[in-house]
């Protein structure tokens, strides 16, 4: 994986199955810093030892955020138990690739208030085009 | 409608029970049985974030559980009872009611073997499950509905694999 960036890990994904892996991936082949972001699968893992592998994750990397696909996954359920209590790290679930592109580059940013404006672009990035609803398909 | 589902997964309320089942079985409320989770507000708050908002998920001890069952059976929508363990599941086994048995997802964990990606059992799970099957209790494994069902004599034989 390239880096083109300057900094080191900045934050976590994770995910079911490949999604955190292919979407760091795209995230490197769009900017050439995937190298902050890490990406962790939880395949075959109870919740328990889902909650152990990414409190050791962010304890080897010292990241301070934390996206994750989906607001029921059992990846965002253990974020959130690992985040209680703690006051200076950030979920953001639901995250999709123009969030991570806006937050490879805000590296000028501490990294929780990258994440934050990064939720906010990628929430605006989703556009639809084609019919209009209630059009009859053929 | 009634109870279209009885699921032990120790993931509890996810992604697969979310979206994954509930969706295409237009499930509408979740019957969540486990002791520790049925007395903290904030493990029942984590949990029903993850929910959408149409549907309701009732946090019940197993005693509970026993009690009110019925009254859920007979709701009028689509429900799932969920629990997060084999001993659960049995107790609401034997409080009568329940002939059929979803393994969702029962995770590695020190002195169980892998029958499945997502089913690891050790020797007292298996033999509450064939307890279970004994006793005319159809016991399968399936995490998402367009998986195969694979019933309990060929997870337990090694022939799902």
Redesign the interface.
Known sequence: MSDGSTSGPRAIVAG?GDFAQGLVSAVDVITGRGAQLIPVAV?????E?IEKLIRSRMQESGVKVIFTD?????C??AA??IL?GVDDAVLIAGVNLPTLLDFVFAEQMPAVDAARHSAERGRIAITVVGAPAGVKQA | MTLVLHRIDDRLIHGQVVVGWAQPLDVRFIVLVDDEVATSEWEQELYRMGVPPNMDVYFLTVAKAIDELPRYRADVRHGILLTGDIGTMRQLVDAGGISSINLGGIHHRAGRTQRLRYVFLNDQEESALRDLATRGVAVSAQDVPGARPIPLDDLLHGVAS
Do not use: E, K, Y
Request: charged share 25%; net charge positive; hydrophobic share 30%.
């Open positions: 079911h395949p075959g893992l109870c919740a030892d989906l607001q029921a996954g059992s965002t359920m959130r138990r209680r």
